[in-house]
């Protein structure tokens, strides 16, 4: 039987890892590394540093126990060692050197505050991002924004990149994905030449960091990451961080948890239907695609919780009416757009269940959130309560406020758009929030 040699094991893993990750992260995390000629079943493999070892380690363990060989104790037969440096890196395996990005900060040129469409869910964020590109370094320092895929975190920071470089012309503003913060040190610690990059950061007045997620177990940037951080915060440099997740549910050590807690911790929600409609109209209009109100309502309607799924969806709508010089209607967009088309939210979920959950959570009476008293301790669970059905409950709002004990729908959207913005800068609430949704979703 003609057994595979390790290196045949090694390239076949290459071949299905390259399929399945990001061509950036092929080229820095998984092209440098070379499986060298090697007798006997072992896998040897050549990297060019140890971060490059334990990315490999850290993020393909199944891919690498499908693959590779393993020795009789189930630990995988690969025997690592580090390349002698090279005089030169090839150009192509190379991160972007924040060199060639000094002089030309790659900020998307329509994510500026006036494309940006506010509503209850990201006008508390929107605000603060905007105080911090007026001032920079003189309000909340660091400034945290966190929510959930496709909200427009992205293009909030680049806003505050675009505002600061035409109105403050003196001040140094770089804007890095955190990914490429890693691959940038990476670059540097393989060159021994960390002092460049740290100076370089050092010089910045503004920092802007995105996805900080990618930090997460990853212990050996982070310390750097914190140390550039702290440098930063003490000279009163701003620094602003998006994630997907707050801060205390990042894992990360409680050092770098604390400092991103300095300053503000503000969330981005996911946009109420009006917004979303403004959103599409917006686009289409810039894009030069005419949508009735009604059509953008339809749409809107479909598409609840992602703004760049609502882009796509513009897209791919303009694209077809174009092609085939229709106007749009809602026949088109059923037709052209249905497998983009969200599941409505849990049917099931009933005023009742809420109105119980929230009596619970708030130490309260079923009969007080359903009466009329005003104070405070009954006037706030009923607010949490009504929010909780707008947003969970597909109906119409006269019917959703009648079953509080015939309350108007004003009253119910008045209470809605009071605690979408509270939970933008209330941590504790906006978690008893996401508590009380899953257990009534479940
Ligand atoms: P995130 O970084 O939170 O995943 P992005 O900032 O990349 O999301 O936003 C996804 C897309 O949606 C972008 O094209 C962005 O311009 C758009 N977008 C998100 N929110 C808004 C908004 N409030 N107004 C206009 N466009 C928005
Ligand atoms: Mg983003």
Redesign the pocket.
Do not use: A, C, M, S
């Given at each position: 039987m003609l057994t595979k040699t390790g290196k045949e094991c090694w390239e076949e893993f290459v071949q299905t890892v390259e399929d399945c990750c990001s061509a950036t992260e092929f080229q820095n995390w998984i092209a440098p590394i070379k499986a060298l000629h090697h007798e006997g079943a072992e896998v040897h493999l050549e990297v060019p540093n140890i971060f490059v070892q334990e990315y490999l380690l850290e993020n393909f363990k199944e891919h690498l126990a499908n693959f590779l060989p393993t020795k009789p104790s189930g630990d995988l037969a690969v025997n690592f060692s580090v390349a002698a440096p090279k005089k030169k890196a090839a150009p192509k395996s190379q991160p972007a050197l924040i060199d060639d990005e000094k002089s030309n900060p790659l900020f998307n040129p329509?994510?500026t505050f006036e494309?940006?469409?506010?509503?209850p869910s990201?006008q508390f964020v929107k605000s603060a991002t905007l105080g911090i590109a007026t001032r920079p370094g003189k309000s909340y320092n660091p400034l945290f924004i966190h929510?959930g895929?496709?909200?427009?975190?992205?293009?909030?920071l680049h806003a505050i990149g675009h505002y600061v470089k035409s109105h403050h012309k003196r001040l140094k503003v770089h804007c890095i994905t955190t990914e490429s913060f890693i691959n940038e040190l990476v670059h540097h610690l393989r060159n021994k030449s960390t002092e460049k990059m740290k100076r370089f950061y050092r010089g910045l007045d503004v920092l802007l960091v995105?996805d900080i997620q990618f930090l997460q177990s990853r212990l050996n940037f982070e310390e750097e990451f914190c140390n550039m951080f702290e440098a930063l915060i003490n000279q009163n440099k701003q620094i602003v961080i998006?994630s997907d997740k707050p801060p205390g549910e990042l894992k990360l050590s409680e050092r770098m948890v604390a400092r991103m807690e300095w300053g503000l911790v503000a969330n981005?929600g996911i946009?109420d239907l009006e917004?979303r409609v403004a959103?599409l109209q917006?686009?289409a209009e810039k894009k030069g695609v005419k949508i009735p109100q009604r059509v953008a309502f339809f749409i809107a309607e479909r598409i609840f919780n992602n703004?760049?799924q609502l882009?796509g969806a513009l897209n791919k709508l303009a694209a077809y009416s174009k092609m085939m010089s229709l106007d749009v209607t809602e026949e088109i967009v059923e037709s052209t757009l249905s497998e983009l088309f969200q599941k409505a939210p849990n049917k099931r979920v009933s005023v009742d269940n809420i109105l119980k959950s929230v009596a619970v959570m708030f130490g309260v009476k079923v009969s007080d959130i359903c009466g009329s008293s005003r104070a405070k301790s009954v006037a706030f669970p009923r607010q949490v309560a009504m929010y909780l059905a707008k947003e969970m409950i597909n109906d119409s709002l006269i019917k959703l406020a009648a079953s509080f004990g015939g309350k108007t729908h004003s009253t119910l959207l008045h209470a809605w758009k009071k605690i979408s913005q509270q939970i933008g800068q209330d941590e504790m609430l906006r978690r008893q929030i996401q508590m009380a949704r899953r257990n009534l979703e479940t």
């Open positions: 329509q994510y494309n940006f469409i506010e509503g990201n929510g895929v496709g909200l427009g975190k992205t293009h909030l995105d998006t981005i946009p917004t959103i917006d686009k703004v760049r882009e």
